[in-house]
């Protein structure tokens, strides 16, 4: 597999993945909680997370513009309800320990359900890496915070700290915790940004997004956005003990909260996973 041709791309040497959303979802899907007996038994927050979709950017005014480098992209739409959550998922495992590197093209908006921008309608977007080793579930969150209250932010977030697990049913085999809520939010050091918004919501401007994490020290290595370059050395990521049954896990998660009783739009034209195979020969050459 290769890069995605012709764009801002530029991947470490290892392909995992590259998701052109004009050949379908590839394997991305909805994020739905643990349950046991009965899907009674998913934490709240889970309940009503929105699946992705399929979309060409169809709106009402200019017609079809189609994602950043073809016809489609992957979109999340929240429900028009305040801190409603779209979340996509992509469920993978890793064979090596290794730096590893996320791009993407994206873009951002509230639904075009009234004949102005209103883009602090949308709450925040979002990437989230899911990994297990054999020490320990390490969580990686990062957001960028567009809203709050009416009132644009613009700054990125990162997020430590770890809720509670919860026993789900009654066998004590499974359990769940809500880690996509609104609580505990740490602000990047020097992470405010400000994002090109077009003038009305059907007008839309492709954003460049990379995150890198190492395998190896479960740290994170990069953060950049555009021309941003973020100082990552203080990020931690959300740590807790290893899970019976997770090993090797590799999971990427993107999602979209919305601010106010609109629906909010995040749209992923691609995504390229890759990683660096040829540093765990080079960190264990003498």
Same mark, same amino acid.
């Given at each position: 597999?290769?890069?995605?041709?012709?764009?801002p791309?530029?991947?470490?040497? =290892?392909?995992?993945? &590259?998701?052109?959303?004009?050949?379908?979802?590839?394997?991305?899907?909805?994020?739905?909680?643990n349950?046991?007996?009965?899907l009674?038994?998913?934490?709240?927050?889970?309940?009503?997370?929105?699946?992705?979709?399929?979309?060409? /950017?169809?709106?009402?005014?200019?017609?079809?513009g189609?994602?950043?480098?073809?016809?489609?992209?992957?979109?999340?739409?929240?429900?028009?309800?305040r801190?409603?959550?779209?979340?996509?998922?992509?469920?993978?495992?890793?064979?090596? /320990?290794?730096?590893?590197?996320?791009?993407?093209?994206?873009?951002?908006?509230?639904e075009?359900?009234?004949?102005? @921008?209103?883009?602090?309608?949308?709450?925040?977007?979002?990437?989230?890496?899911?990994?297990?080793?054999?020490?320990?579930?390490?969580?990686?969150?990062?957001?960028?915070?567009?809203a709050?209250?009416?009132?644009? /932010?613009?700054?990125?977030?990162?997020?430590?700290? &770890?809720?509670?697990?919860?026993?789900?049913?009654?066998?004590?085999?499974?359990?769940?915790?809500?880690?996509?809520?609104p609580?505990s939010?740490?602000?990047?050091?020097?992470?405010?940004?400000?994002?090109?918004?077009?003038?009305? &919501?059907?007008?839309?401007?492709?954003?460049?997004?990379r995150?890198? %994490?190492?395998?190896?020290?479960?740290?994170?290595?990069?953060?950049?956005?555009? =021309?941003?370059?973020?100082?990552? /050395?203080?990020?931690?990521?959300?740590?807790?003990?290893a899970?019976?049954? @997770?090993?090797?896990?590799?999971?990427?998660?993107?999602? &979209?909260?919305?601010?106010?009783?609109?629906?909010? %739009?995040?749209?992923?034209?691609?995504?390229?996973?890759?990683? =660096?195979?040829?540093?765990?020969?080079?960190? =264990?050459?003498?």
């Open positions: 597999m290769t890069p995605i041709p012709g764009g791309f530029r991947p470490l040497p =290892d392909i995992i993945f &590259a998701d052109d959303f004009d050949r379908g979802l590839e394997g991305w899907t909805g994020l739905i909680g349950y046991e007996h009965s009674d038994s998913v934490l709240p927050g889970f309940r009503d997370l929105r699946p992705p979709m399929l979309s060409n /950017a169809t709106t009402w005014d200019t017609g079809t189609g994602g950043a480098l073809g016809t489609y992209s992957m979109k999340l739409a929240t429900r028009a309800r801190q409603s959550l779209a979340v996509g998922i992509k469920r993978l495992t890793f064979s090596q /320990a290794c730096p590893i590197q996320v791009e993407t093209l994206f873009t951002f908006k509230p075009a359900s009234e004949l102005r @921008l209103s883009l602090a309608d949308v709450g925040a977007i979002g990437v989230i890496l899911d990994l297990q080793d054999d020490r320990c579930r390490v969580m990686p969150h990062l957001r960028y915070r567009n709050v209250d009416g009132q644009l /932010a613009g700054h990125w977030q990162f997020k430590h700290r &770890a809720p509670s697990f919860r026993n789900i049913g009654d066998s004590g085999e499974t359990v769940s915790h809500f880690h996509l809520g609580d939010w740490d602000d990047v050091p020097n992470g405010q940004q400000q994002l090109c918004y077009n003038e009305i &919501a059907t007008k839309q401007n492709w954003h460049y997004l995150v890198g %994490f190492d395998l190896a020290s479960m740290s994170f290595t990069a953060l950049q956005c555009n =021309d941003r370059h973020f100082d990552v /050395a203080g990020l931690q990521p959300m740590t807790m003990p899970m019976p049954n @997770l090993w090797c896990m590799l999971n990427l998660v993107l999602f &979209a909260e919305a601010s106010a009783d609109r629906r909010a %739009f995040l749209y992923v034209d691609s995504v390229v996973m890759s990683a =660096d195979f040829g540093a765990v020969q080079r960190r =264990d050459d003498p």
